[in-house]
Nanobody, 113 residues
Framework: VQLVESGGGLVQPGGSLRLSCAASGFTFSDYYMSWYRQAPGKERELVARISGTGVIAQYVDSVKGRFSISRDNTKNTLYLQMNSLKPEDTAVYYC???????WGQGTQVTVSS
């Protein structure tokens, strides 16, 4: 199993970023996938998860209405569209096959003026 995130960077408050996670080594469409984040000095938290078909998507309250998780099962890729970003969204974002110990290397998102 391999998960490779991309798309992080530095963005001003109110801006947008789209994260991607390329998955390989398993049948992608069979599994829930998720995005987690970890801010400095804090525990890793679940941000969003999505069912194998993409029909069910769930979010932590702090990102509802701003973030959107999606997937393209033809490309074995997971996405996280992040809009209206806030400084408190600053963290390393990780892709995870939900409920498993398989993690990507993480991608840094920094929201600052």
């Amino acid at each position: 199993v391999q998960l490779v995130e991309s798309g992080g960077g530095l963005v001003q408050p109110g801006g947008s970023l789209r994260l991607s996670c390329a998955a390989s080594g398993f049948t992608f469409s069979d599994y829930y996938m998720s995005w987690y984040r970890q801010a400095p000095g804090k525990e890793r938290e679940l941000v969003a998860r999505i069912s194998g078909t993409g029909v069910i998507a769930q979010y932590v309250d702090s990102v509802k209405g701003r973030f959107s998780i999606s997937r393209d099962n033809t490309k074995n890729t997971l996405y996280l569209q992040m809009n209206s970003l806030k400084p408190e969204d600053t963290a390393v974002y990780y892709c995870n096959r939900y409920g498993s110990s398989y993690w990507g290397q993480g991608t840094q998102v920094t929201v600052s003026s």
